[in-house]
């Protein structure tokens, strides 16, 4: 099945640095989707990216797909305290439908 | 807070006991997941129902049983765990067709001892 590497796997920062988050498949991607689980919480849907190229945002969220569909990127402006948990990438693991598989995750510290 | 309702919210047993984990949606998804979540570590994916038949068993072992009565719930039946099994186990839910966004529950933290 697919694999999807996540980088970096911590991440601490000054409250209003940026945030940079990336996943990277060996495979071409059907679709990619981007979850945040706060500490001591559940995952929690942020977006699906399905087009080659597609760059989508959310306030200071902006998630982008690549070229290839083969890496996709999460990143955050000015981060805030309340932007600190754990982002995972997730992707279709075979043929399939419904077998979601999470990256690894990046655990993201922000210092106020 | 979520939409989908997992109970109990922590729950502690022997090697020995039998429990069950319950899980509720209503927002009329088709597809229902159970995953498993150790402590820093990413979601692993357990079992896939879809319209209520199971559709995915990812080898887990024969200790863990899934039911899915109806559309609305799913179980998660648990018989001889061992300690290694302790985790936080969630339940997730989306709509039909697709890859479609997962809806997770608050989980059950589950400890064996």
């Known amino acids: 099945g697919q694999q999807v590497m996540q980088i970096p796997q911590y991440q601490h920062v000054q409250e209003g640095e940026d945030f940079t988050t990336y996943c990277n498949s060996s495979?071409?991607?059907?679709?990619i989707q981007w979850y945040k689980q706060r500490p001591g919480g559940h995952p929690v849907f942020l977006i699906q990216?399905?087009?080659?190229?597609e760059v989508k945002k959310q306030k200071r969220l902006t998630f982008q797909f690549g070229e290839a569909k083969k890496n996709s990127s999460l990143h955050i402006t000015a981060t805030q305290t309340t932007d600190v948990g754990t982002y995972f990438c997730?992707?279709?693991?075979?043929?399939?439908?419904?077998?979601?598989?999470f990256g690894r995750g990046t655990q993201l510290t922000v210092w106020p | 807070d979520t939409e989908v309702t997992q109970t109990p919210k922590h729950l502690v047993m022997g090697m020995t006991n039998k429990k069950s984990l319950k899980c509720e949606q209503h927002?009329?998804?088709?597809?229902m997941y159970w995953y498993k979540q150790k402590a820093k570590k990413p979601p692993e994916l357990m079992f896939v129902?879809?319209?209520?038949?199971?559709?995915i068993n990812e080898s887990v072992p024969s200790r863990f049983s899934p039911e899915c009565p109806n559309s609305s719930l799913l179980n998660l039946h648990l018989h001889a765990l061992q300690p290694e099994d302790s985790a936080l186990y969630l339940c997730?839910?989306?709509?039909?067709?697709?890859?479609?966004?997962?809806?997770f529950g608050n989980g059950t933290r589950l400890t064996v001892t």
């Open positions: 997730a839910s989306s709509p039909p067709g697709g890859t479609s966004p997962l809806h």
């Open positions: 495979t071409t991607l059907s679709n």
């Open positions: 990216l399905v087009k080659s190229g």
């Open positions: 997730g992707i279709d693991r075979g043929s399939t439908l419904g077998r979601l598989y």
């Open positions: 927002m009329g998804h088709r597809a």
């Open positions: 129902y879809s319209y209520e038949k199971l559709s």
